[in-house]
């Protein structure tokens, strides 16, 4: 295991009720002004946002409302938010949403007390910001594990790039599954992949040798597969839900990656796809990743004969590393076919015409913790997922 040093910003309320029982006490420590972020008003349909602002408006606060976050939140809205927090003297931000809407609230946080463009100030200038407005998180659709994390992913769209940009912790983060049980059953499914993938991609960097934080992601992948099982079997099935709300929580909250080097290939490559074509995040990966991961082979053979034996239950008897590894690999892509996530760009409404080759060309390489890929072979993929 690598040296490492492990403290966590982000305080966690779990479970129903978690916002009515935490969000005064939290509501007290930070000024009247607050911008309240959400995406495009599910959560007023759904009641959320009426419960929110009644303890905000019992807490005191003046509300300013910041919506219209899209999926894949461009780097036009984060300043939209910048200019808003400035213009409202926002004292405290309540991001309320899944990833996209928690991601936005991150750069927005730092781009409205820095006096430059965050763009070029992370992608230029190489620096990071150091002041934030301080925020909160109530997430209502789960999977990107965002609310645990300071990065976030955001589309540039004049530059064509979907790239990550880091922004502020939050100071704490709300997860109620009740919440979650609004969301469309695909979205659910989508965003419970992209937990697996989170595990996936965390487990395939370095070291090659197994380690504690091997051992619980292996746990946590077992997880997210049998309930995704199980809430495709009962959508309503709370328990189960609960479950798939932690884990994604549980593979961003720095816990899987500790004594470890991430390997996130497939999700840099997903993500210029999405610069392209806007396609959803999750699904774009389950595309991607068994097309990506034969690429893997035989680097990653010992890693993934060990999910096969570990995490998918094959039987390694008579079986050697090769044979385990490739057996992991039917598995992985048998397993997205039956929850009913898109198996090929056709299924995943990816445009024929789309420039496979500018989004090779402009794919951030992570560097090879597992493989090393060139812009060629990511090129190759690509054309190997039509």
Request: hydrophobic share 35%; with cysteine.
């Given at each position: 295991?690598?040296?490492?040093?492990?403290?966590?910003?982000?305080?966690?309320?779990?479970?129903?009720?978690?916002?009515?029982?935490?969000?005064?006490?939290?509501?007290?420590?930070?000024?009247?002004?607050?911008?309240?972020?959400?995406?495009?008003?599910?959560?007023?349909?759904?009641?959320?946002?009426?419960?929110?602002?009644?303890?905000?408006?019992?807490?005191?606060?003046?509300?300013?409302?910041?919506?219209?976050?899209m999926s894949n939140p461009t780097y036009e809205k984060v300043q939209e938010g910048a200019r808003l927090a400035?213009?409202?003297?926002?004292?405290?931000?309540?991001?309320?949403?899944?990833?996209?809407?928690?991601?936005?609230?991150?750069?927005?946080?730092?781009?409205?007390?820095?006096?430059?463009?965050?763009?070029?100030?992370?992608?230029?200038?190489?620096?990071?910001?150091?002041?934030?407005?301080?925020?909160?998180?109530?997430?209502?659709?789960?999977?990107?594990?965002?609310?645990?994390?300071?990065?976030?992913?955001?589309?540039?769209?004049?530059?064509?790039?979907?790239?990550?940009?880091?922004?502020?912790?939050?100071?704490?983060?709300?997860?109620?599954?009740?919440?979650?049980?609004?969301?469309?059953?695909?979205?659910?499914?989508?965003?419970?992949?992209?937990?697996?993938?989170?595990?996936?991609?965390?487990?395939?960097?370095?070291?090659?040798?197994?380690?504690?934080?091997?051992?619980?992601?292996?746990?946590?992948?077992?997880?997210?597969?049998?309930?995704?099982?199980?809430?495709?079997?009962?959508?309503?099935d709370i328990e189960a839900r609960s479950e798939l709300v932690w884990a994604a929580a549980m593979a961003e909250n720095g816990i899987l990656k500790i004594g470890k080097q991430g390997d996130f290939q497939c999700h840099m490559l997903e993500h210029q796809l999405g610069a392209y074509t806007n396609c959803n995040h999750g699904r774009g990966l389950a595309v991607l990743h068994p097309v990506l991961y034969r690429h893997y082979l035989p680097s990653a053979a010992a890693q993934f004969a060990r999910l096969a034996t570990n995490v998918w239950q094959i039987p390694a008897e008579g079986k050697n590393q090769e044979a385990l590894a490739e057996a992991f690999l039917e598995k992985l892509a048998a397993f997205i076919k039956e929850i009913g996530l898109p198996t090929n760009f056709r299924e995943l409404g990816i445009p024929a015409n789309t420039d496979l080759k500018a989004v090779a060309d402009t794919t951030i390489l992570t560097g090879g913790c597992c493989k090393a890929f060139s812009r060629e072979e990511l090129l190759q993929v690509l054309e190997e997922c039509k």
């Open positions: 295991m690598n040296p490492f040093t492990y403290a966590y910003p982000v305080k966690t309320y779990f479970g129903k009720g978690a916002a009515a029982q935490s969000l005064p006490g939290e509501l007290a420590k930070v000024g009247p002004n607050v911008l309240l972020a959400y995406g495009g008003g599910s959560i007023k349909r759904n009641g959320v946002y009426t419960q929110l602002t009644q303890l905000l408006e019992a807490a005191g606060k003046t509300i300013v409302d910041f919506s219209g976050i400035r213009e409202k003297k926002i004292d405290f931000i309540l991001a309320v949403g899944g990833g996209s809407v928690i991601d936005c609230c991150k750069i927005v946080s730092a781009q409205a007390l820095l006096d430059e463009d965050i763009w070029d100030y992370e992608y230029s200038k190489k620096q990071v910001p150091s002041q934030f407005i301080p925020m909160g998180a109530v997430v209502t659709a789960f999977g990107t594990g965002a609310e645990m994390n300071n990065g976030a992913v955001i589309t540039h769209e004049a530059k064509k790039s979907k790239s990550p940009l880091t922004g502020s912790y939050y100071r704490f983060a709300i997860l109620d599954p009740a919440y979650t049980l609004t969301m469309p059953l695909e979205q659910v499914i989508s965003g419970a992949f992209d937990s697996l993938s989170h595990c996936m991609e965390t487990y395939l960097g370095n070291p090659r040798t197994v380690n504690l934080s091997d051992e619980i992601n292996e746990a946590c992948q077992r997880n997210i597969i049998r309930n995704i099982r199980q809430t495709l079997k009962d959508p309503q």
